[in-house]
């Protein structure tokens, strides 16, 4: 059931908001054993906050888009009074002390909460196999990665463990699990959406997005997520003006480095096959984005400085677990040797040395100005198409365990790291074609993305 | 490229500890990642800028410098001193001392 569906049956009094949390419930109860999409459920709030929404339906209050829709909410976002541990262990104990600006937003609109969700500890990761509560399976196959680092929220809604469910987009991680586990995810335009209570990795990176059945979905939750909230000064509530008397897209330009080596042919093929069909109502350019194959790298700097900035304030004293040494620097060393994973340790320490003195103008400096040029390909495209249309992912699911080294595990987001270096929205379909629009324009993600959709 | 030595030094000065065997893993990862970022060397970014922000345009935003939020909801006093209440409740170690509850530590000199 899709949320208009639902919304629809609501307002007919053909379904109640209990019945709904119930059925999801059931569901969890009998599939999260398996596939450990959710780290807890809240299911108490849930029944609870569906009791009360039934009740002013039955006094004749006129039901909201939102009111009931149930939603699973990724780990690394702060509800308020719940544990939010970013599948970290030294945030195990960790209570939220308020409401993430999303969270709020999703509580005055009626949805419903039914858990917080797996994924990479501290967001990140490609396979949710870096989670501290271990992995993640993939509902279309139990063999498989779901992808990360939303892994968890993927898998709930491929699973038909929830209606839709927020995830965050540092580098993929909402578009790369959506492609494995054939659901639709957005990461909108740096900034569209507040990232006040998102537990932060790359701060110039992160969003928060929807993970949703349909693109339909993905844009009603985009639409009660986003706007300018003063608690994070990058967010900002676009005054972009469409004109309506013109077609949103026109040209849709194909970049040919996402078609090269590496790219899986079988994802080639489903790609073509989508090109082909919307050549009959399109301008289908071919178009260069020439930085592209820096991208990796570039992001592989700036990130791990960013995160070793962000994570240094995980040192067992204010919050979290601490583990007691001799000194204080003791206690931090220890409270993060033993709290924090492999993966972020990495990334700590590769941080740690793209910053330091004598290696800051080779690495974090020359990224930063390759950050710009990655931008700029973009902002270049744009003058000539509506859209841009690709692959999410090179290739298909991989096994748990398949992919041991972190080069090989970086790179299964080399077609969507590139949105987010330069900060435009991009929009994952279930059947893996990406679309990425100029900055603010998700609107021509929706309409260009619903065309596809409905094609398939 | 990256020996033991040098990763013993990150994981000084990123207060973090663990054991030999990883160290050695990431003297290796880090050797193989750093290799892998040679190629921003082949980039000709001669009067390229470094990018400090996503969107064009963007500026700093201040905002007052106060603790009250009217948003959260935390200008009220009442709502104000729940929130003290629970950030005191998240303390790893607490200790009741005088006139309030006082975060613990080990001693830093």
Same mark, same amino acid.
């Given at each position: 059931m899709t949320i208009p569906e639902f919304h629809e049956k609501l307002k007919n009094r053909k379904i109640s908001a209990r019945e709904a949390v119930v059925s999801y419930l059931d569901k969890i109860k009998k599939k999260n054993g398996e596939l450990n999409a959710y780290l807890e459920v809240f299911e108490k709030d849930a029944l609870e906050r569906a009791k009360e929404l039934d009740e002013r339906i039955a006094s004749g209050e006129e039901p909201e888009e939102l009111w009931g829709v149930p939603l699973a909410i990724k780990d690394n976002i702060l509800i308020r009074g719940k544990i939010a541990s970013a599948a970290s262990k030294i945030l195990g104990n960790y209570v939220a002390p308020y409401d993430a600006f999303?969270?709020?937003?999703?509580k005055k609109a009626g949805a419903i909460f039914l858990g917080r969700t797996n994924m990479d500890e501290f967001a990140m990761g490609s396979s949710t196999e870096n989670s501290a509560y271990g992995p993640t399976k993939n509902p279309r196959d139990l063999e498989k990665v779901p992808g990360g680092s939303s892994g968890g929220s993927a898998a709930a809604v491929a699973g038909g463990l929830t209606m839709a469910a927020l995830g965050s987009d540092t580098g993929g991680s909402i578009r790369q699990p959506a492609a494995f586990c054939k659901v639709v995810g957005l990461k909108p335009t740096y900034g569209a959406v507040s990232r006040s *209570?998102?537990?932060a990795m790359a701060s110039s990176f992160d969003q928060i997005g929807p993970i949703a059945q349909t693109v339909e979905d993905a844009e009603i939750l985009f639409n009660a997520i986003r706007g300018k909230d003063e608690l994070d000064s990058t967010s900002w509530t676009s005054d972009i003006q469409v004109d309506v008397r013109r077609p949103l897209v026109k040209k849709i330009g194909i970049p040919k480095e996402y078609f090269g080596e590496g790219l899986d042919t079988q994802i080639k093929n489903g790609i073509d096959e989508v090109i =082909? =069909? #919307?050549?009959?109502? +399109? &301008?289908?350019? &071919? %178009?260069? #984005?020439?930085?592209? =194959? !820096?991208?990796?790298?570039? !992001? !592989?700097?700036?990130?791990?400085? &960013?995160?070793?900035?962000?994570?240094? $304030?995980?040192? @067992?004293? $204010? +919050? *979290?677990? $601490?583990?007691? @040494? @001799?000194? #204080? %620097?003791?206690?931090? =060393?220890k409270s993060r040797g033993d709290g924090i994973g492999l993966e972020v340790r990495r990334r700590i320490l590769l941080g740690t040395y793209v910053l330091s003195a004598g290696y800051y103008d080779a690495y974090y400096s020359k990224a930063q100005k390759v950050r710009f040029l990655v931008k700029k390909d973009f902002a270049d495209a744009f003058r000539g198409v509506d859209a841009i249309l690709c692959p999410t992912v090179p290739t298909s699911p991989f096994k748990f365990g398949e992919k041991s080294d972190p080069l090989s595990m970086y790179l299964s987001d080399i077609y969507t790291i590139p949105a987010n270096l330069a900060g435009v929205p991009a929009l994952t379909l279930s059947s893996g074609v990406q679309i990425i629009a100029p900055h603010f324009r998700e609107d021509i993600l929706f309409s260009l993305g619903k065309e596809i959709e409905k094609s398939h | 490229m990256i020996s033991k030595d040098d990763i013993e030094h990150l994981k000084d000065l990123a207060r973090v500890e663990f054991g030999e065997k990883e160290t050695e893993k990431l003297a290796k990862d880090l050797g193989d990642i750093l290799g892998y970022m040679e190629q921003l060397k082949g980039v000709d970014v001669s009067n390229v800028l470094e990018m400090t922000h996503a969107l064009e345009g963007a500026k700093n935003i201040f905002r007052k410098d106060s603790a009250e939020s009217q948003r959260r909801g935390t200008a009220e006093p009442e709502a104000q001193s729940q929130l003290a209440r629970e950030l005191i409740n998240a303390f790893p170690k607490k200790q009741d001392a005088g006139h309030g509850t006082y975060l613990k530590v080990k001693s830093i000199l």
């Open positions: 999303v969270v709020e937003k999703l *209570g998102l537990i =082909k =069909k #919307l050549s009959k109502s +399109y &301008e289908i350019r &071919e %178009i260069n #984005l020439p930085h592209t =194959k !820096y991208a990796l790298s570039c !992001y !592989y700097v700036i990130v791990p400085a &960013e995160v070793s900035s962000n994570m240094a $304030r995980y040192d @067992g004293v $204010r +919050y *979290g677990v $601490r583990i007691e @040494g @001799g000194d #204080l %620097i003791d206690t931090y =060393k | -």
